[in-house]
């Protein structure tokens, strides 16, 4: 019933942008905040940032700061991470992932996100 749909994901060189989106089905956004994660080859998956249901709240995690933009268009069911000054170590597969209420203090903890959806992968090479 609950399903998230990944997009904007591709093969970008250093310096370059991409702006990802997470399209919604099966359940009203507005009632969940909204996370990205990352996962790279070898490592454990990270939180990459975090927009509240409401009041639109946002977190980011360091790595990221400056450089991505996280943003939600509840009528469309969609939320966008807009990726700047990408680096080769941005390279990861991504997802969102849906809990209720607000972010979580610590963008990388996991805990209370009971939807996810498939990933989206992100290359950043010359």
């Known amino acids: 019933q609950l399903q998230f749909v990944e997009s904007g994901g591709g093969l970008v060189q250093p310096g370059g942008s991409l702006r990802l989106s997470c399209a919604a089905s099966g359940f009203t956004l507005d009632s969940y905040a909204i996370g990205w994660f990352r996962q790279a080859p070898g490592k454990e998956r990270e939180g990459v940032s975090c927009i509240s249901s409401s009041v639109r709240i946002t977190r980011y995690a360091d790595s990221v700061k400056g450089r991505f933009t996280i943003s939600r268009d509840n009528a469309k069911k969609t939320v966008y991470l807009q990726m700047n000054s990408l680096k080769p170590e941005d390279t990861a597969v991504y997802y969102c992932?849906?809990?209720?209420?607000?972010?979580?203090?610590?963008?990388?903890?996991?805990?209370?996100?009971?939807?996810w959806g498939q990933g989206t992968q992100v290359t950043v090479s010359s």
């Open positions: 992932a849906a809990r209720p209420g607000y972010c979580p203090i610590d963008v990388h903890r996991e805990s209370g996100y009971d939807y």
